[in-house]
């Protein structure tokens, strides 16, 4: 099933194609007319001096017509097919003026080129322009207020609108415009994403100017807290600096924290106390890694806090942790 904007372009199309054959008849007529009656050209001659004139104009047409679907303008064959739409007139008047037709009878004929010419090219512009759009090479649609707006509130429409086309220049320079708001707003129902160009729904341009006091400050987001099992920073080391991972711990050592947890019922800080008995020289990331393989969520910062709280137990003569 074939949308309606499908429908109108094939009816386009076809209307342009049927001026551009009926323009082609009369100049091959009278350019056979020419060659074989006044110049007395045989018949061949004159068939393939109007096949050569015909096909170079349907050339030079569907050349331009190639460009009109690309970011170049086409100029160098717009201006081929101008020459022959020229020559085709000229020949068409002559033509009129030998049958004794008049002046009326050469604009008639002389017209019919010039008609599919003017067709043909505003066709090619609506389709490179459509071209461009589908590119983001058309620039978008400027508001529009209305008379009473510019006659009422002119200080007020003219800032509004220096303050549109500021923001279409800040966005082609990928910058932001302070206080301005562009929202793009489709109308249409949603588009298949096989469906063609022609059959898109134009987008509007809503456009909404915020004054400077009514934009509120942005809110800071909450922090977020440090995981428990988050690698701890070295004491000393800058806060910019890249974390130090902790010393691996050798496999002898490794066995011997093991042996130290394996097969007893031990609270949290006992298993920090043992694998310190264990290995003395272990630093408190290791200890900490030491249980975390064997199943004992610590982190460094709590095998610390029992070794402190165990010292100072040992200097006052106090308990220990609990």
Avoid at 135 to 148: I, Q
Avoid at 158 to 174: D, E, H, I, P
Wanted: a positive charge.
């Amino acid at each position: 099933m074939t949308s309606p904007a499908n429908d109108r372009d094939r009816l386009t199309r076809a209307s342009l194609i049927f001026v551009m054959v009926a323009a082609l008849t009369v100049g091959t007529w009278s350019i056979y007319t020419l060659l074989h009656e006044r110049f007395d050209a045989p018949r061949t001659v004159a068939l393939f001096g109007c096949a050569m004139f015909d096909s170079a104009a349907l050339f030079f047409a569907r050349l331009a017509q190639r460009y009109a679907t690309s970011p170049d303008s086409g100029f160098a064959p717009r201006l081929a097919m101008l020459a022959t739409v020229t020559a085709s007139a000229w020949t068409n008047w002559e033509h009129a003026h030998m049958k004794g037709w008049g002046t009326v009878g050469g604009v008639v004929l002389g017209a019919a080129p010039v008609i599919a010419e003017v067709a043909f090219e505003l066709y090619h512009r609506y389709v490179h322009r459509e071209s461009l759009r589908a590119r983001g090479r058309v620039p978008a649609a400027l508001p529009v207020f209305g008379k009473w707006a510019w006659l009422m509130y002119l200080p007020t429409a003219f800032k509004a609108m220096r303050k549109v086309v500021g923001y279409n220049l800040a966005t082609a320079s990928s910058t932001d415009a302070p206080g301005l708001t562009t929202v793009m707003r489709d109308d249409a129902a949603p588009h298949h994403p096989t469906a063609s160009p022609d059959a898109a729904a134009p987008h509007h341009l809503v456009i909404t100017v915020q004054q400077p006091a009514a934009i509120a400050p942005p809110t800071p987001e909450p922090a977020v807290p440090p995981r428990r099992d988050a690698p701890t920073m070295p004491a000393g080391q800058a806060t910019d600096a890249p974390l130090r991972p902790a010393p691996v711990m050798p496999i002898d050592a490794q066995a011997a924290a093991d042996d130290a947890l394996r097969g007893k019922a031990l609270s949290k800080a006992d298993a920090v106390r043992a694998v310190r008995a264990a290995l003395p020289d272990a630093a408190a990331p290791q200890i900490a890694d030491a249980l975390m393989r064997n199943g004992i969520a610590a982190d460094a910062k709590y095998v610390r806090t029992v070794l402190s709280r165990d010292k100072r137990a040992t200097d006052t003569g106090t308990g220990y942790y609990p």
